[in-house]
């Protein structure tokens, strides 16, 4: 599909009065935008991990297909395109360099399955090449780019969905409506868990760069450090360089559906504690985080924690989320399923378990071309993966943090200001204009 001819099928639908009337009706995707045969066309980026998910589940939609895998590792990249052709029976364009993907005006849309520290960067890079983008979480690495992202998607009028499949759960929703409700009241509290198993990854020291990997662009907007199999190709999770930590990985599932659950943006005081216990290995992050946000003015309080082991579940729960009001609680199992529980002898209320497809929300809104069919906006990546960067900065400094959610800076301290952001490291900066 050429760029000219889909341009002028956006232009002609943005300024068609019918269409408008159409793109008011979210069950309905205008065929204008889109010819009826056409697919979004994706690029996956980043294919060693979370990526492979993305290939199948764009190319398990209708209307949608990929075309394009990309990643810094041609080792890496060369398997998933003989996998890809085989599965599939048809060749795929292979880029190591991410740039040359948003170059090609054949391709759509972008999804984003990089290391953490590529995620604004490359959404911003694809905003402003004119293509849509499906990010993994978390939306951040930190949160001035997370608000850079945000900008960049307004200003280019992009479609930018956050990959939190559970915004897309039919259960989900409902159980977010029975919230709003006040099925158990007021809701006052919510806890987000993450007890999983995480082992010691080791130290593996410092060693020359693999044959096929360009370390330089694989390291990007990160600070250079010599090559380690410590963050190359898994383990860059747990070092501040590139990850952050498990509560943002798969904590951000649950730091996004308190913020969603409780109605209530960035916190103004922030206290965690936490470190390692268990391994004496390379990890930087800490092995255990607990973290407490407070609402002074809503009178809300969010409760994180993060084990790499497992003692015990909490109500039934080692992956979700519990919300507490004062007629009862509700819990949210992993991505599908909810209970909940009212009054104190915590009678069974109403209870659901049904997923939904988070990579069709997107695709739908891509062919409407339409930000409102969105289950995760790019402003709810940037809420989600702020709260987890606050209650790791809280961490990092040792002591209780207060914040202006207003200027997304801390009060009068100039210390974990300086966690907001990162040194800039050319050519791979996130600007100040986007």
């Known amino acids: 599909m050429k760029?000219?001819?889909?341009?002028?099928?956006r232009s002609f639908i943005k300024k068609s009065a019918g269409a408008a009337a159409l793109l008011s009706i979210p069950t309905i995707i205008p065929a204008s935008v889109f010819g009826a045969n056409d697919k979004v066309r994706v690029a996956v980026l980043g294919v060693n991990g979370r990526g492979t998910s993305h290939i199948s589940g764009f190319m398990n939609l209708a209307d949608a297909e990929v075309v394009c895998l990309c990643d810094p590792d041609l080792v890496v990249l060369a398997k998933r395109a003989q996998e890809f052709e085989k599965k599939y029976s048809k060749k795929v364009i292979q880029q190591q360099d991410l740039r040359k993907v948003f170059e090609d005006k054949s391709i759509d849309a972008v999804s984003?399955?990089?290391?953490?520290?590529?995620?604004?960067?490359?959404?911003?890079?694809?905003?402003?090449?004119?293509?849509?983008?499906?990010?993994?979480?978390?939306?951040?690495?930190?949160?001035?780019?997370?608000r850079k992202m945000v900008e960049a998607a307004a200003k280019y009028d992009r479609i930018v969905q956050h990959g939190v499949q559970l915004r897309s759960s039919v259960a989900v929703q409902e159980a977010i409506k029975h919230l709003r409700d006040g099925l158990i009241g007021n809701v006052y509290m919510a806890r987000g868990l993450v007890f999983r198993w995480r082992d010691d990854i080791g130290r593996k020291g410092t060693e020359p760069v693999p044959e096929g990997l360009d370390y330089d662009l694989w390291t990007g907007p990160a600070?250079?450090?010599?090559?380690?199999?410590?963050?190359?190709?898994?383990?860059?999770?747990?070092h501040w360089n590139y990850g952050n930590g498990d509560v943002g990985n798969q904590g951000i599932h649950e730091t996004d559906l308190c913020l969603w659950g409780m109605n209530v943006g960035l916190?103004?005081?922030?206290?965690?504690?936490?470190?390692?216990?268990?391994?004496?290995?390379?990890?930087?992050?800490?092995?255990?985080?607990?973290?407490?946000?407070?609402?002074?003015?809503?009178?809300?309080?969010?409760?994180?924690?993060?084990?790499?082991?497992?003692?015990?579940?909490e109500n039934g729960?080692?992956?979700?989320?519990?919300?507490?009001?004062?007629?009862?609680?509700?819990v949210v199992y992993n991505y599908d399923r909810y209970e909940s529980f009212l009054g104190r002898n915590k009678k069974p209320g109403p209870s659901r378990r049904e997923g939904g497809d988070h990579y069709k929300n997107f695709i739908d809104a891509v062919r409407a071309h339409d930000k409102s069919l969105l289950n995760a906006p790019v402003e709810t990546a940037h809420l989600a993966s702020a709260l987890a960067h606050l209650g790791n900065i809280a961490y990092r400094t040792g002591r209780t943090l207060y914040f202006d959610p207003v200027t997304e800076k801390f009060v009068k301290d100039k210390e974990a200001d300086k966690y907001l952001s990162r040194p800039a490291r050319k050519p791979f900066v996130v600007p100040e204009e986007v």
């Not at 206290?271 to 809503?298: I, Q, R, S």
């Open 3 to 9: 760029t000219s001819k889909k341009e002028s099928r």
């Open 112 to 146: 984003v399955a990089t290391p953490n520290h590529w995620h604004s960067l490359a959404t911003i890079w694809a905003c402003q090449a004119g293509k849509d983008v499906y990010v993994e979480k978390p939306g951040s690495h930190n949160i001035f780019e997370g």
């Open 223 to 238: 600070a250079m450090q010599p090559f380690s199999r410590d963050w190359v190709h898994y383990n860059w999770h747990w």
């Open 267 to 313: 916190p103004e005081v922030i206290t965690a504690g936490g470190g390692k216990f268990l391994f004496d290995d390379a990890k930087e992050t800490p092995e255990v985080l607990a973290t407490t946000y407070y609402y002074p003015k809503e009178k809300k309080i969010i409760e994180f924690e993060v084990r790499p082991w497992i003692t015990n579940q």
């Open 317 to 330: 729960v080692d992956v979700g989320n519990i919300f507490y009001g004062s007629e009862g609680y509700l």
